[in-house]
């Protein structure tokens, strides 16, 4: 049986190609060809979620920005990474900004191991222990944050959050990156009240 493909065929099936290949590239690619195109659109996801400052003990009164992320201190991987994003990230913005850490492990005790080292990162952080895994649960419910709990381990995506008195909602980093924080720290701050 001899297949008969025509020029116009082989064009088609062509330009199909490369409209997949670009729709894909388009998919994976959209934040940034959207940044590109409009400098002030942010590198974080800009989510609708509202901070309780109540529920995270936080003053009413300040405006100041606040970068919020969990760990523990047992984790080997992400808190350890996501702690020196926020070093970067404080070497250029000394003073301007508040620190908020969730202390994931609750009943190990751990609060005050993580105390003794973030006290070296931040002064003036504020560390919250939740009394137990109930009230850990409903602080994390209020966050945009994949978390999981079992007797023998966490799981958390170990996102890193920006409120911002000038952001619509929390400010969701999935794959946190220094760079990409200051600058959206820069583009809210020529944002409009």
Known sequence: MKLNVSHRNIVHIGITLMLCFTAVVLIFTSHQLIAAMNPSTLNGI???FQLDKHSFHLNETNDKPLLITGLFSTCKS???VNVSVLRKI???HQNELNYLFINLKPDVGSAELLN???S???PDMRLISPQDTKELIRLIKMLPENFSLSKTNIHHSGY???YHPKSKGLIAYPKPDSQQIIDDLSILQLRGS
């Open 90 to 92: 404080k070497e250029t």
């Open 78 to 80: 992400t808190c350890p």
């Open 46 to 48: 800009e989510t609708r």
């Open 116 to 118: 003794d080292y973030l």
């Open 120 to 122: 070296e990162f931040a």
């Open 160 to 162: 890193i959050y920006l």
